[in-house]
């Protein structure tokens, strides 16, 4: 599948990528799709194919704190997070009804904690692009885009997405959303309803109740935000080449008439052929050319993961996809790796194939009337919104608190390959350099926010982490024409607000 480049920077993307050797051990529960544990299997083959020597910087994220979770999430809901365990839940039916903490987002062992690597490893990415210092930023545990201001929704709990997109919202003007998960990106959309400084954009299956029920083409946001959060209802079986015949003109008028200023793009691996939840027939190839495609403006990206729920294809469609980002060629050939063995019903293969003799119920009249109507619409919008900068809200996470991780190959002896340091209570003679190099970054730093840094983010992974870790579970349409909605062609509709700084708006002055 070719992705057709658009002028695109030549010189090799600098890339950041954020990973937690914690977040494989979370458990969902027995039978739950959403294995924490893929994200494990992703990180594993992106060592075992040498990636990480290509790799800008590899970060153990600085987890979220409630105070960073409250930027979007209310104050109620971070406190309830902080405190249910399933030793306590009993006593919390009220609340657990109300945050929606039930069957789809049961309450687990270390549930906030997980919460807190999805949000800090998202929130470092933005940092990193606020300052210019990566070009790519990556968190493959990161893509949470259903949950919202006080529900969890969708396996999802905190949105790490839209508190990533506030924080770009410091140093950008314009950020472009883009969600190719199976599923609408309804909570990124709901919180940037009203905004013109976010444009959502979703590629999502839509009909027959299919979950969240949202996201048609007529949903198209509100008052300010009108006309700039943009809906592709999709239906089962779609094809690589049928999907770029949407994706790639599409994407290239909205690039042309929103002109963003950083890109944070929601790779959901559920949108793969094969996938246990979804219902599209994409070859890996076919989604990562949407990151290629969207990767070719040069424009500050971000990559999180989101959905994915056969976890061997997981692994291999978001190693494929840092392996673009860094521009290494990959052997299609799986490297030996902790979980090989899983990998034997697909042939050890990097690539994930679609399925022969599936119908694909997008048919041409279905995709040439969706295609007009969207070019349509993306040329009717009123050119790229600016906005006079005023004061800048301060940072929510420094960039000194973001601390490279000392990697060593795997199954190598440990060396010195990252530009980052040693732990200076491992090696003394880290310590000068650690002087030096803080004081380089000091001048970033603003007083208002500066946060201790945390020594467990200081340390390489233990043998055990790079061998996998230990864990307390883990591996475990109709294709009638689009409609616009008449509940959401007027900007009237229920929980339309008037603009973003209405009594509504969540977000304070500062978007
Ligand atoms: F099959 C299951 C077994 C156990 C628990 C849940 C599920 C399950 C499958 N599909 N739950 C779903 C979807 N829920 C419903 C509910 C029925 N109620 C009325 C709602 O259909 C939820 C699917 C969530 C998809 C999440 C996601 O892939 O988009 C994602 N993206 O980033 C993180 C997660
Ligand atoms: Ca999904």
Same mark, same amino acid.
């Given at each position: 599948?070719d992705?057709?480049?658009?002028a695109?920077?030549?010189?090799?993307? &600098?890339?950041?990528?954020?990973?937690d050797?914690?977040?494989?051990?979370?458990?969902y529960?027995?039978?739950?799709?959403?294995?924490?544990?893929?994200v494990?299997m992703?990180h594993?083959?992106?060592?075992?194919?040498?990636?990480?020597?290509?790799l +800008?910087?590899?970060?153990t994220?600085t987890?979220a704190?409630?105070?960073? /979770?409250?930027a979007?999430?209310?104050? +109620?809901? !971070? #406190?309830?997070?902080?405190t !249910?365990?399933?030793?306590?839940?009993?006593?919390?039916?009220?609340?657990? *009804?109300d945050?929606?903490?039930?069957?789809?987002?049961p309450v687990?062992?270390?549930?906030?904690q997980?919460?807190?690597?999805?949000?800090?490893g998202? /929130?470092?990415?933005?940092?990193?692009l606020n300052?210019?210092?990566?070009?790519i930023?990556?968190?493959?545990?990161?893509?949470l885009?259903h949950a919202?201001?006080?529900?969890?929704?969708?396996f999802?709990y905190v949105?790490d997405?839209?508190?990533?997109?506030?924080?770009?919202?410091?140093?950008?003007?314009?950020?472009l959303?883009?969600?190719i998960d199976v599923?609408?990106g309804d909570?990124?959309?709901?919180?940037?309803?009203?905004?013109?400084?976010?444009?959502?954009?979703?590629?999502?299956k839509?009909g027959?109740?299919?979950?969240?029920g949202?996201?048609?083409?007529?949903?198209?946001g509100?008052?300010?935000?009108r006309?700039?959060?943009?809906?592709?209802?999709l239906?089962?079986?779609?094809?690589d080449?049928t999907?770029?015949?949407l994706?790639?003109?599409?994407?290239a008028?909205l690039?042309?008439?929103?002109r963003?200023e950083?890109i944070?793009l $929601?790779?959901?691996t559920?949108?793969?052929?094969?996938?246990?939840?979804?219902?599209?027939?994409?070859?890996?190839?076919?989604?990562a050319?949407? !990151?290629?495609?969207m990767?070719?403006?040069?424009?500050?990206?971000m990559?999180l993961g989101?959905?994915?729920?056969k976890?061997?294809?997981?692994?291999?469609?978001?190693?494929a996809e840092?392996?673009?980002?860094?521009?290494?060629?990959?052997?299609?050939?799986?490297?030996?790796?902790?979980?090989?063995?899983?990998?034997?019903?697909v042939?050890?293969?990097?690539t994930?194939?679609?399925k022969?003799?599936l119908?694909?119920?997008?048919?041409?009249?279905?995709?040439?009337?969706?295609?007009?109507?969207?070019?349509?619409?993306?040329?009717?919008?009123?050119?790229?919104?600016?906005?006079a900068?005023?004061e &800048?809200?301060?940072?929510?996470?420094? /960039?000194?608190?973001i601390?490279d !991780?000392?990697?060593?190959?795997?199954g190598?002896?440990?060396? &010195?390959?990252?530009?980052?340091e040693?732990?200076?209570?491992? +090696?003394?003679?880290?310590?000068?350099?650690?002087?030096? *190099?803080?004081?380089?970054d000091?001048?970033f730093? #603003?007083?208002?926010t500066?946060?201790?840094?945390?020594?467990?983010?200081l340390?390489?992974?233990?043998a055990s $982490?790079?061998?996998?870790?230990?864990? &307390?579970?883990?591996g475990?349409g109709?294709?009638?024409?689009p409609a616009?909605?008449?509940?959401?062609t007027?900007g009237?509709?229920?929980g339309a607000?008037?603009?973003?700084?209405?009594?509504g708006?969540?977000?304070?002055?500062w978007?």
């Amino acid at each position: 599948m070719d992705a057709a480049p658009s002028a695109g920077p030549a010189r090799k993307a &600098r890339v950041s990528y954020f990973y937690d050797p914690d977040v494989g051990q979370f458990y969902y529960g027995q039978g739950h799709p959403m294995k924490p544990h893929r994200v494990r299997m992703a990180h594993s083959l992106v060592l075992h194919y040498g990636l990480h020597g290509k790799l +800008d910087g590899y970060y153990t994220p600085t987890r979220a704190t409630a105070e960073d /979770l409250a930027a979007f999430h209310s104050q +109620d809901y !971070v #406190d309830f997070l902080r405190t !249910v365990n399933p030793d306590n839940m009993s006593r919390y039916t009220r609340e657990l *009804r109300d945050f929606n903490m039930y069957e789809d987002c049961p309450v687990f062992d270390g549930l906030y904690q997980y919460c807190q690597i999805a949000a800090g490893g998202s /929130l470092g990415a933005a940092v990193k692009l606020n300052y210019q210092t990566s070009d790519i930023a990556i968190n493959w545990a990161g893509g949470l885009h259903h949950a919202k201001r006080a529900e969890a929704s969708g396996f999802c709990y905190v949105n790490d997405i839209v508190l990533a997109i506030l924080e770009l919202l410091k140093y950008h003007q314009r950020v472009l959303y883009l969600d190719i998960d199976v599923h609408h990106g309804d909570g990124v959309e709901e919180a940037f309803l009203t905004t013109d400084r976010v444009m959502t954009v979703s590629f999502h299956k839509f009909g027959n109740n299919y979950f969240p029920g949202t996201g048609d083409l007529g949903n198209m946001g509100h008052g300010q935000g009108r006309g700039y959060s943009l809906n592709v209802p999709l239906r089962d079986g779609i094809t690589d080449e049928t999907y770029h015949s949407l994706f790639q003109p599409v994407m290239a008028k909205l690039m042309e008439v929103y002109r963003p200023e950083a890109i944070v793009l $929601q790779c959901g691996t559920d949108s793969l052929a094969g996938d246990r939840l979804g219902v599209f027939n994409l070859s890996s190839k076919g989604h990562a050319a949407c !990151v290629e495609f969207m990767k070719s403006f040069g424009l500050p990206l971000m990559l999180l993961g989101g959905g994915g729920y056969k976890i061997i294809n997981v692994a291999r469609c978001w190693a494929a996809e840092t392996g673009l980002a860094v521009g290494a060629d990959m052997a299609e050939q799986l490297p030996p790796n902790e979980y090989y063995d899983y990998y034997g019903p697909v042939g050890y293969t990097l690539t994930v194939q679609p399925k022969a003799g599936l119908d694909n119920w997008n048919t041409p009249p279905y995709l040439d009337i969706l295609r007009n109507r969207i070019l349509q619409r993306l040329s009717e919008l009123q050119g790229a919104p600016g906005v006079a900068f005023h004061e &800048r809200a301060p940072d929510g996470m420094d /960039l000194d608190d973001i601390q490279d !991780v000392n990697m060593a190959a795997p199954g190598a002896s440990p060396q &010195r390959i990252w530009d980052g340091e040693l732990d200076p209570e491992d +090696d003394p003679t880290a310590a000068a350099a650690e002087g030096g *190099r803080r004081r380089a970054d000091a001048s970033f730093r #603003d007083p208002r926010t500066t946060k201790p840094l945390s020594p467990s983010m200081l340390r390489p992974p233990s043998a055990s $982490q790079l061998a996998g870790g230990s864990g &307390r579970g883990g591996g475990g349409g109709d294709p009638a024409a689009p409609a616009e909605s008449a509940q959401d062609t007027e900007g009237t509709g229920e929980g339309a607000r008037a603009g973003n700084r209405s009594p509504g708006w969540p977000f304070g002055d500062w978007i």
